[in-house]
């Protein structure tokens, strides 16, 4: 598994962002992926995550209803669109990927991670 998101950028409050993450190996479809972001001096918390079909969902309750993440797994990418975007938002955005269940939230159950993109998000 290698993962690359792409994406990020600046963008003023109320606006949106689409990023992708693609993985260049073989075997996308057969995890779970999700998620993450860390503001400066910050931990690294939970975003969203999807099962391997894409039938199933999960959210941070900050993110509900604003974000939404989705996944092609003939192209080896999963997305996640961002609206209504808040200063509060502004961090790195990494996806990453695991073999358990999509209701997993904690960084340290994900074996595979992205470098990260930026997002900033002006006020």
């Known amino acids: 598994v290698q993962l690359e998101e792409s994406g990020g950028g600046l963008v003023q409050a109320g606006g949106s962002l689409r990023l992708s993450c693609t993985d260049s190996?073989?075997?996308?479809?057969?995890?779970?992926m999700g998620w993450f972001r860390q503001a400066p001096g910050k931990e690294r918390e939970f975003v969203a995550s999807?099962?391997?079909?894409?039938?199933?969902?999960h959210y941070a309750d900050v993110m509900k209803g604003r974000f939404t993440t989705s996944r092609d797994n003939a192209k080896n990418t999963v997305y996640l669109q961002m609206n209504s975007l808040k200063p509060e938002d502004t961090a790195v955005y990494y996806c990453?990927?695991?073999?358990?269940?999509?209701?997993?939230?904690?960084?340290?159950?994900?074996?595979?991670w992205g470098q990260g993109t930026q997002v900033t998000v002006s006020s």
């Open positions: 990453a990927a695991t073999g358990l269940y999509p209701g997993v939230t904690s960084p340290d159950s994900y074996a595979y």
């Open positions: 190996g073989r075997t996308f479809r057969s995890y779970t």
């Open positions: 999807i099962s391997r079909s894409g039938s199933i969902t």
